[in-house]
């Protein structure tokens, strides 16, 4: 895992040395996130009581002809936790328990992630972009602080410590494209991403595993800025040999 980022660099090395490498795009992103099946479920215990939250990410595209291209991915979910009804559940789910205040930081999910990208033009402004991502998640549970109230005797406050694990995540996302100019597009993107992560948590008497199904919809607008193309550089060479080649053949003539 360590070596992939120098792995990556290498590839994208390599093609652009060979030629293959024919254009390179940029996109800055932000939206809502959405959490999905068992990451929204509002019920105990597989549920992880999450709500709508906030999304952003960027993205490296390396075209390496007119439709397929390389991804890079990385991206910052936030999503609040919903207090009020997971208090409600821990209430009904414990008879000794008459009321509950609970205090929570949203969950946080890093996503890095790598894979095929293929674009085509519906018409001379629009064009449509599906992809296919693997990576890793980077998840933390939020720190929460707990203040219940017994029907009897208990202790006046507790909390739970923020747990973090790294695991495999997939996706994919679609994305429609407007090209504002030669050099510039906005975009709306849709994303799926998915992962199964076990956090781990020391109890008074050991340590427990939890398993959380991590499902996210990230809806994003989209800038994206075209930074090379192989044609403007090729182009510039040109221009700038032209002078030398010109000399070279007045110099024949005379």
């Known amino acids: 895992m360590k070596h992939l980022p120098l792995l990556l660099i290498f ?4 093609l652009n040395t060979n030629g293959q490498i024919s ?8 939206g809502i996130s959405i959490p999905l099946f068992d990451y929204a479920a509002t019920t105990l215990p597989e549920g992880s009581f999450a709500t709508t ?6 993205e490296a595209k390396f075209m390496l002809d007119e439709h397929w ?12 936790v919903d207090v009020g009804r997971l208090g409600y ?3 009904n789910a414990d008879p000794f328990l008459e009321d509950l205040y609970i205090r929570s930081d949203p969950y946080k999910v890093v996503h890095l992630m790598v894979g095929p990208a293929y674009q085509f033009p519906l018409n001379n402004s629009f064009s449509f972009e599906s992809q296919l991502n ?4 980077v998840a933390f549970t939020p720190y929460q602080l707990y203040k219940p109230e017994y029907f009897f005797t208990g202790p006046p406050f507790y909390e739970i410590t923020s747990a973090r694990d790294v695991s495999f995540a997939m996706g994919g996302a679609v994305r429609l494209i407007y090209q504002v100019t030669p050099c510039y597009q906005i975009a709306l993107t ?10 781990k948590f020391n109890t008074s008497n050991s340590t427990r595993t939890d398993i959380r199904n991590i499902s996210l919809y990230n809806a994003s607008f989209s800038i994206i800025l075209k930074l090379f193309t192989r044609e403007k550089q090729d182009a510039s060479k040109n221009h700038q040999y ?13």
Do not use: C, Y
């Not at 590839?11 to 390599?14: E, G």
């Open 23 to 30: 254009e390179i795009d940029m996109a800055i992103q932000t």
């Open 89 to 91: 559940e821990k209430v």
């Open 242 to 254: 032209a002078p030398n080649n010109m000399a070279h053949v007045n110099s024949n003539r005379e």
């Open 11 to 14: 590839l994208i090395q390599t």
């Open 53 to 58: 939250g906030f999304t952003v990410s960027t």
């Open 69 to 80: 291209s390389g991804a890079l991915l990385a991206g910052l979910q936030l999503n609040p």
């Open 190 to 199: 849709n994303q799926f991403l998915h992962s199964k992560s076990s956090f």
């Open 134 to 137: 693997v990576g890793v998640f």
